[in-house]
């Protein structure tokens, strides 16, 4: 609606109308009964039995009725009108679906007269953080008009429910309609500790009694102690500084959108947990109270943000004041008592003002014990923090001499195929005390799941419900996908995070350095295992001993790793491995944690050189009006088109590999979300959509077993031109050694990629690769992926990005396969090992489609082989790849083998473990 502050239109506001009968229990009749409401959009009036009760705004923190004058005998009703919008519109302006409802619980629950109405646990840590103390503040109400009296005990409890105190008691007497605070302190000797790592909670107990010790109500509360500092410029916790490996996280779900259940909530936080995710910004609200719950259970840090963020200049106006102060002071109510919540963020990109100052010191009324955090004023927050900034920036801040620690609250923009870069990240933040870390934005995918007139489903966006205006596709920014599953970036920042180090010493003796990088877990938690592989196969394997390495400490360690009968021209890797020791909440025994790979540095003998002089012999010959040079050997043929340079036909023991679509220079990518940098010059340039002439074209036959194709071809685009030269070396045992030289005449060009592309048929619809995986990589996305060999069908190759664009790269890769469910197909290896994906859509398909249903049935296998790429970077809300990712259109030189592949045969094989002679080329032209 038209911005117009404090008003709303009253044309259109449409209204949600909720009714429903209910009960209460006999024991209640002569009670206090209360109506709660954890959460509705954007505000609401409520009645009871035709009688109304209130009124309440600001979504996401609780509004409470006292609803027992209403609640007469018989029928109950409550009826609630649920308004879209409210002037608290103007504060809730986040990225997200603007949707309106009951979104969580509601509630009755019932009380006496005298009742405990709110409680404040303060722990600490004294003693140099070995003891702890407990600070309680217990407010009690009396609803009734009579004073009243009685006693409160205060009982704590461990996990397994043995007391550790029960003596803490006082009287209490209150007046009619009054409330009374009481204050407790105790000490508590060597209590165990709660962190995100070791979530120790322990249970106390408040018991209200009446004079005579009947028992009016208990009320249990989690505790956990724990204490949050600012030190040095460093956040401590417990007395240790803590690196925050966070995310953002929106309340999202694709079928029930902002109504998360608790299945749900457990999914996330397991999901968290499992890539090393430690921290959660509640972006950019309080999230539902038993997320808060499942925190302090399962160990995350939260920095609870308050539902605040609005446009223009509210923070400076005096009238928005008490609206602003209300959300900050709810929220901090609601959720003092949680030892997951160790930062309070007053909102989210509302400028700054005196009405943030006001916030802050009714917060520190409440809660002083916790550093606050506010990126638009960092002038009155504990902690500095930015969005988005480069490397280099965040490195600029590092080095500043300020006093307060310094955050990204938002970084990592991880919309569409992204994450770029992650590990440069954190090499800065791990090299300056100051950075305390970030949190990547975000954590799942806001789509939400729908289907075509004929049944397709797909996750929309913004616009896809007629709703305008709408933000497109800029709430797909997720970790995972909308049904909250992995995308592959998780498994970048599960590697990046990662709390185990593996440092190589004297890989040849078998000595590596192990460093623990967790802050109260010692390794021997965790069972640290290896493996030696040759070309991907495991050769030999085993098990350290349980290593005793505390927090932050590092050890040499010694494998026992027996040097190996070297095979020419194989490649050796050590891989280290840790995994859970034992079950915990969030995984099984045997959970991987954290690994590292390291290329063995043995003296390797060459490659042998293949007996070129042992193939069987090739006939050449000319068809179709010379335009075709057909080359044909024992159980293979190949066909060059003399009009397009390259190869149109190969056939390799009868089946059909290639068909028309041989392999053509290649330079486009369906941009990903993070290349609007970028894509337009694309586009202008015309990469997807190169005209390509043949210069030169001639055959040679350098010996009765060798048969060398020459081509050169020139690429234009819209104001540019590469020089293409493709040198075909046909052998008689049916490989073919495509020697590729690109060349541009304007070097400055910025582009997608560089390679090579080719069509199969569908029928080859399995791809084994020895190179990164088994996940998608990119040139700056590719730590969390380790050398090995995999295998996938094509079709899950494919990676459901809402927004299609280009995916399924895998870096680094030595050789390939595409084979059909005989066995037989192609092989292909690369040289310098490349970026290779195998996928059902061209990147002119990828980039046509705006959902994933709008994609056309596939009956073919695309084969991208790529020298090189630009990396994906974070420019979608954030900077561009680094400098040493983005690719220019320098002079370029690589080389595709391909050669029959027939798994039982076994005969690529031989050929990877190869080396080609050179051949002579002084031969007569054909």
């Not at 019932?110 to 405990?116: A, G, M, N, V, Y």
């Not at 060398?708 to 685009?717: C, L, M, N, R, T």
């Not at 094989?909 to 054909?926: A, C």
Request: aromatic share 12%.
């Amino acid at each position: 609606f038209p911005f117009n502050p404090p008003y709303i239109p009253h044309d259109y506001n449409p209204v949600g109308c909720y009714r429903r009968e209910f009960e209460i229990p006999s024991s209640w009749e002569e009670r206090r009964v209360f109506i709660h409401f954890d959460g509705v959009e954007s505000a609401f009036y409520i009645w009871v039995n035709g009688e109304k009760i209130g009124y309440s705004q600001g979504s996401r923190t609780p509004a409470e009725f006292d609803i027992t004058k209403a609640v007469k005998p018989g029928k109950k009703i409550v009826a609630v009108e649920v308004y879209r919008w409210s002037d608290g519109s103007y504060l809730e302006c986040q990225d997200f679906w603007r949707l309106s409802g009951i979104y969580r619980g509601v509630y009755l629950f019932s009380t006496e007269d005298l009742h405990i109405r709110d409680f404040y646990i303060r722990p600490d840590l004294i003693n140099n953080y070995k003891d702890g103390k407990l600070d309680i503040k217990v407010k009690v109400k009396n609803y009734g008009s009579l004073p009243l009296r009685g006693k409160i005990e205060v009982k704590l409890v461990d996990s397994e429910e043995k007391i550790i105190f029960e003596d803490l008691m006082s009287e209490v007497s209150v007046e009619g309609r009054n409330e009374a605070i009481i204050e407790f302190c105790r000490l508590v000797k060597n209590p165990k500790k709660w962190s995100a790592e070791t979530p120790y909670l322990y249970t106390l107990l408040f018991i209200l009694k009446t004079p005579e010790g009947r028992i009016i109500e208990v009320i249990p509360s989690k505790v956990g102690f724990r204490k949050i500092e600012i030190k040095n410029s460093r956040l401590l916790v417990n007395g240790v500084p803590v690196l925050l490996k966070g995310v953002n996280r929106h309340e999202h779900d694709p079928d029930t959108a902002h109504a998360i259940s608790i299945e749900s909530m457990i999914k996330d936080i397991k999901l968290m947990k499992q890539p090393n995710i430690n921290t959660v910004r509640t972006s950019h609200y309080p999230n539902d109270p038993v997320w808060y719950e499942l925190c302090d259970q399962y160990g995350i840090y939260v920095i609870d943000e308050a539902n605040i963020e609005g446009r223009g200049k509210l923070a400076d106006q005096p009238e928005w004041r008490n609206a602003f102060v209300d959300r900050v002071v709810r929220m901090v109510e609601r959720d003092k008592n949680h030892p997951c919540v160790i930062i309070w963020s007053l909102g989210n990109e509302t400028e700054g003002g005196p009405n943030f100052i006001e916030a802050k010191k009714e917060l520190l009324q409440i809660d002083d014990t916790r550093p606050i955090h506010y990126e638009w004023m960092n002038s009155i927050a504990d902690i500095d923090s930015t969005m988005y900034p480069s490397v280099d920036d965040l490195r600029h801040f590092g080095e500043s001499k300020s006093k307060k620690p310094f955050i990204m609250c938002e970084y990592a923009h991880a919309m569409g195929n992204a994450v770029g870069n992650l590990r440069e990240y954190w090499e800065v933040i791990e090299k300056y005390p100051r950075l305390i870390g970030g949190c990547i934005w975000d954590w799942v995918d806001q789509g939400l799941r729908k289907k075509t007139p004929d049944g397709k489903e797909y996750f929309a966006y913004g616009g896809d419900f007629g709703d305008h205006p709408n933000d497109g596709n800029f709430c797909l920014n997720g970790l995972l996908f909308p049904d909250h599953t992995l995308s592959p970036k998780v498994w970048e920042v599960k590697k990046v995070y990662q709390y185990v180090a593996f440092e190589p010493v004297d890989l040849l003796n078998g000595k590596v350095r192990i460093r623990n990088k967790y802050y109260f877990t010692n390794l021997k938690e965790f069972i640290i295992s290896w493996e030696l592989s040759e070309d991907g196969k495991i050769i030999q394997k085993g098990e350290l001993p349980p290593l005793d390495i505390p927090p932050g400490e590092s050890r040499e360690v010694s494998i026992e790793i027996k040097k190996p009968q070297l095979n020419p021209g194989a490649e050796y890797w050590l891989t280290l491995s840790a995994k859970l020791a034992e079950d915990t909440l969030w995984a099984k025994k045997g959970f991987e944690v954290a690994w590292e790979q390291m290329k063995m540095p043995y003296n390797v003998p060459e490659k042998t050189l293949m007996e070129v002089n042992e193939f069987p012999p090739l006939k050449v010959e000319e068809s179709w009006g010379k335009e075709r040079v057909v080359v044909e050997g024992k159980d293979f043929s190949v066909t060059f088109e003399k009009n397009t340079g390259t190869v149109s036909r190969l056939l390799y023991s009868g089946e059909t590999v290639l068909d028309g679509n041989g392999p053509e220079i290649n330079l486009f990518r369906a941009p990903v979300d993070n290349d609007k940098w970028i894509k337009d010059e694309w586009y202008a340039l015309g990469l997807e959509k190169l005209r390509c002439k043949v210069e030169e074209f001639r055959v040679r036959e350098l010996k009765p077993r060798v048969v060398q194709v020459y081509s050169k071809i020139k690429a234009e685009g819209d104001g540019f031109t590469f020089c293409c030269i493709y040198s075909w070396t046909v052998l008689g045992n049916g490989m073919i050694v495509l020697d590729t030289k690109v060349n541009s005449f304007s070097q400055e060009i910025v582009l997608p990629k560089i390679g090579v592309r080719m069509i199969l048929p569908k029928k080859f619809e399995n791809f084994r690769w020895y190179g990164r995986g088994p996940h998608e990589n990119y040139v700056d996305r590719k730590t969390g992926a380790r050398i090995g060999v995999y295998q996938k069908k094509v079709e899950d190759l494919f990676v459901p990005y809402v927004y299609p664009q280009d995916m399924g790269t895998r870096c680094d890769v030595r050789w390939c396969a595409l084979f059909n469910n005989l066995q037989k197909g192609i092989f292909i290896i690369c040289d310098p090992p490349m970026a290779v994906s195998a996928l059902p859509y061209t990147a002119e398909e990828l980039d046509k489609a705006k959902h994933t249903c709008e994609l056309p049935q596939s009956n073919k296998v695309v084969l991208c082989i790529d020298y090189a790429h630009t990396g994906l970077g974070n420019a979608s809300c954030g900077p561009p790849p680094l400098e040493k990712y983005i690719l220019k259109a320098q002079p370029a030189h690589f080389r595709v083998v391909f050669c029959p592949y027939d798994e039982r045969k076994g005969e690529h094989n031989l050929i990877y473990k190869q080396k080609i002679p050179p051949l002579d080329l002084q031969r007569k032209e054909k």
